[in-house]
Each structure stands twice: as C-alpha cells, then as structure tokens.
C-alpha cells in the first residue's frame, strides 16, 4: 500500500532581505524530506524567471528535494512559456503548476492563454515530458456557476492533461470528502492532494476570511473566539486544529497533504513533528531532533 505523501508551499519574497532569510528557511524545510516543494510566483514574467525559477532551482540542486514551479497562464506568452521551460529543464526541473493567475486589472493579461487549460495544451505540445498539476477547489471554484458545472470543468481539466489535482485550502474535512466523493462519481481519476494551511495568529485568519473561498467551521471560529487577546493559544491551537485535519485525513486514506508553509518553517517543522510517522518519515523526524 502506497503512503500518503508530504509536500509544501513556498512563495519568493520581494525584498533581497527576504531572499537571504527565505534560504534559511529552506534549510529547515529541506530537513523535513518533504516529498517535493511548490515555488509560486506573482502575474509577471520579471518575478518568474528572477525569483520563482532561482528559488525552484535552489530547491532542486542544493536541497536536492523535487520541485514545482507555479505558472500563471494569463500572463505568460507564448514564447516566455518556452523560454521558462528551456529553464526549468536546465535546472532539472519537469514539473509545473499551470493556474490561470489571480485576476490584476493593473497588469494587462496577454493573449495566448485566456485559460490555465490553454496553457497545458501547449505545453503538452512543446515539452511533453513535463508532469502537470492543476489546482481544484473543495469548495466550489469562486467563478463557477455550480457545483455540478465546477466538476463537470474539473473533469475537463484532467482529460487535457494531470499529474495529479492540488486542492485549495479547507478547514471542514467532510467538504474535503464529498470533493472526493463526486470526483470517483465523475470518474476523476487524478490523486487529490489535500491543501492544508495552519492558521496561527488572529491576523491571518482575518486574511482568509476577506479573501479566501474557504469557510471557517464554527469549531474553528470558536477558537479564534477563545482566544483573540491570547496569541500563544490561539497559535497553539491554530496547529493543533491542522494537525487534527492531517490526522484524520491520512486516516482517511487521502493521496497526500499540501502544507501552505506560508514560509514559516518553524509551524511545518511543528506539524511534521506531530505527524511525521503517519508519513512514514521517523527516521527523518529523529535526526531533526537529534
């Protein structure tokens, strides 16, 4: 029987301050043998090739860890596509996470690719031996006119070329189940990774709240409740919550978790501590330890 897997979400700062402390923290992360890290990017070429690909490329050669790098469709040409890709392949990176990108109305979207479909299909064309993940949504994607329609595109998705589906962030596992339930109905057959992201300081879940499409179950409102004037228990809390949905998701039988990092080592080394054999990973966790 095949483990679930463990992988993890970074994203490039903007600063060369930023750079030098994000190097630690993929230090600590490359610790943890994570069984690949994602690197995203913002809706420009400029921050793709600058941070994005120097970043992924750190990961893959002096971490030695497998790495995707993060494509945002609707902002790429074609031939920045080509380009990125004769890059990554230089950097012995084969994987990609093909998005749309987030909607910028101060950056004008180019005209190859309306579509994070779009993009797949042209790289299935000029560099088919590159693996492909796509993102789905638990929840419902924000733009869908239903849930049936959602999964109906979802499928569509996947005929065009998957590796495999990661989802967007959930805090109420049973949404997370029914997903999978309708996709083995639609007869999806893409692993599901399961998007995962420890929420521990008050300002952070306010974030998601405004603008996530993740719904914060009264369980967990209960805590920020609790504990709004108390940071190190909310904290606390907050982890044991995520630690608490890994738990029962690997239970479950899931494909693997995605640990929205948000660059903070010390909260993923904290949750891999807390779940590492669950992943068959003890002998990393004890020589983290030491």
């Known amino acids: 029987m095949s483990h679930a897997s463990l992988s993890f979400e970074i994203f490039p700062p903007n600063t060369h301050v930023g750079e030098e402390k994000l190097l630690g923290t993929l230090e600590q ?10 690197v995203t990017c913002s809706n420009n070429k400029r921050n793709i090739e600058e941070t994005t690909l120097k970043v992924a490329g750190y990961v893959k050669n002096h971490l030695q860890i497998p790495t995707i790098a993060h494509l945002p469709a609707c902002y790429l040409s074609k031939q920045q596509v080509t380009a990125i890709l004769t890059q990554l392949e230089q950097l012995g990176i084969k994987q990609v996470l093909a998005l749309r990108g987030d909607i910028d109305p101060q950056i004008p979207p180019t005209k190859d690719f309306s579509y994070a479909s779009d993009l797949v299909a042209y790289i299935k064309e000029a560099a088919p031996h590159f693996e492909i993940s796509r993102a789905c949504y638990p929840e419902v994607h924000p733009e869908s006119k239903s849930h049936v329609a959602d999964v109906l595109h979802l499928k569509e998705k996947v005929a065009r070329g998957c590796d495999q589906l990661i989802s967007q962030l959930f805090f109420d596992n049973e949404v997370f189940y029914r997903f999978l339930e309708i996709c083995q109905l639609a007869n999806i057959q893409a692993p599901v990774l399961a998007g995962i ?13 405004q603008t996530a499409d993740a719904k914060l179950p009264k369980k ?6 609790k504990y709004e004037h108390n940071p190190v228990a909310l904290r606390d809390a907050g982890l044991a919550y995520a630690v608490d949905q890994i738990v029962d998701l690997i239970t479950q039988d899931v494909a ?3 640990l929205y990092t948000m660059n903070n080592a010390a909260t993923a080394r904290q949750i891999y501590q807390a779940t590492a ?3 068959h990973k003890t002998p990393v966790l004890d020589q983290v330890l030491g």
């Open 29 to 38: 992360l490359g610790d943890l043998a994570p069984d690949f890290i994602s």
């Open 197 to 209: 992201m420890p929420i521990v300081n008050r300002k952070q879940a306010l974030r998601i709240i």
């Open 220 to 225: 967990f409102l209960a805590i920020l409740d």
């Open 256 to 258: 693997g978790i995605h």
């Open 277 to 279: 054999s669950l992943f």
